[in-house]
Nanobody, 125 residues
Framework: QVQLAESGGGLVQTGGSLRLSCVAS????????VGWFRQAPGKERQFVAA????????NYADSAKGRFTISKDYTKNTVPLEMNALVSDDTAVYSC??????????????????WGQGTQVTVSS
């Protein structure tokens, strides 16, 4: 079993940047793919980005391409999500998830068996 915890959320102005981090305990991230998802009030959970178990593959939502970067730090057992050029539509609770997924389905929340509690990101204009 693995426990996930997110950090790094906060309030940022339009155009600013944030670095979220997902840390795992109980098991190495090297065993799992990891995804970032977000959910705004009144909206469905939305895929943001994913990285494969060995870090060789990444997948981004269209809204994240060119602005967000997902990576794996095996020494710290974390998965950072660098977010740049933030806009108000990026405001949401961001959650990380992990699991032995089928990579072609990495954008689907149901593929992941482990979830963190989430961290709030608020982008103000």
């Amino acid at each position: 079993q693995v426990q996930l915890a997110e950090s790094g959320g906060g309030l940022v102005q339009t155009g600013g940047s944030l670095r979220l981090s997902c840390v795992a305990s109980g098991r190495s991230f090297g065993d799992y793919a990891v995804g970032w998802f977000r959910q705004a009030p009144g909206k469905e959970r939305q895929f943001v980005a994913a990285i494969s178990w060995n870090g060789a593959l990444t997948n981004y939502a269209d809204s994240a391409k060119g602005r967000f970067t997902i990576s794996k730090d095996y020494t710290k057992n974390t998965v950072p999500l660098e977010m740049n050029a933030l806009v108000s539509d990026d405001t949401a609770v961001y959650s990380c998830a992990a699991g032995p997924i089928f990579w072609q389905r990495s954008h689907l929340p149901d593929e992941y068996g482990y979830w963190g509690q989430g961290t709030q990101v608020t982008v103000s204009s």
